[in-house]
């Protein structure tokens, strides 16, 4: 027997895995079943302190005045995504930083910050 890539076995069991129900389900089942996965993946924004938003804030000032590699984590619509680079500017007026990455500028919004750590 050719081997399958769905194919896995258990003991002496060979088992399809989710495979085998796709047959008898409607297209309808199967949207609903990624979109249901896709909702398991997405993240919790983690809740910050008070204490946690003043360190954020202090490492962008020393990570600003330092003109040093930064790595910044946001959260956005339940994914969390990780910045690297240099700040080039902290905009107040516009609640942003721009930072500085190897494909270019990117802004980034302060309320999406979850946190802040310099890279030496």
Request: with cysteine.
């Given at each position: 027997?050719?081997p399958n890539r769905h194919m896995k076995s258990v003991g002496e069991v060979k088992d399809r895995?989710?495979?085998?129900?796709?047959?008898?389900?409607?297209?309808?089942?199967?949207?609903?079943?990624?979109?249901?996965?896709?909702?398991?993946?997405?993240?919790?924004?983690?809740?910050?302190?008070?204490?946690?938003?003043?360190?954020?804030?202090?490492?962008?000032?020393?990570?600003?005045?330092?003109?040093?590699?930064?790595?910044?984590?946001?959260?956005?619509?339940?994914?969390?995504?990780?910045?690297?680079?240099?700040?080039?500017?902290?905009?107040?007026?516009?609640?942003?930083?721009?930072?500085?990455?190897?494909?270019?500028t990117v802004r980034i919004p302060v309320t999406e910050i979850i946190s802040v750590q310099c890279?030496?």
């Amino acid at each position: 027997m050719a081997p399958n890539r769905h194919m896995k076995s258990v003991g002496e069991v060979k088992d399809r895995g989710r495979i085998k129900w796709t047959a008898m389900m409607l297209p309808e089942h199967i949207k609903e079943l990624r979109t249901w996965q896709n909702e398991d993946e997405l993240v919790k924004r983690p809740k910050l302190s008070e204490f946690d938003l003043q360190l954020i804030q202090e490492e962008l000032d020393v990570a600003y005045r330092r003109k040093c590699e930064t790595r910044i984590k946001t959260w956005k619509a339940g994914v969390i995504i990780q910045h690297q680079g240099s700040i080039e500017q902290i905009d107040v007026r516009l609640m942003c930083i721009i930072l500085q990455d190897q494909m270019g500028t990117v802004r980034i919004p302060v309320t999406e910050i979850i946190s802040v750590q310099c890279v030496e």
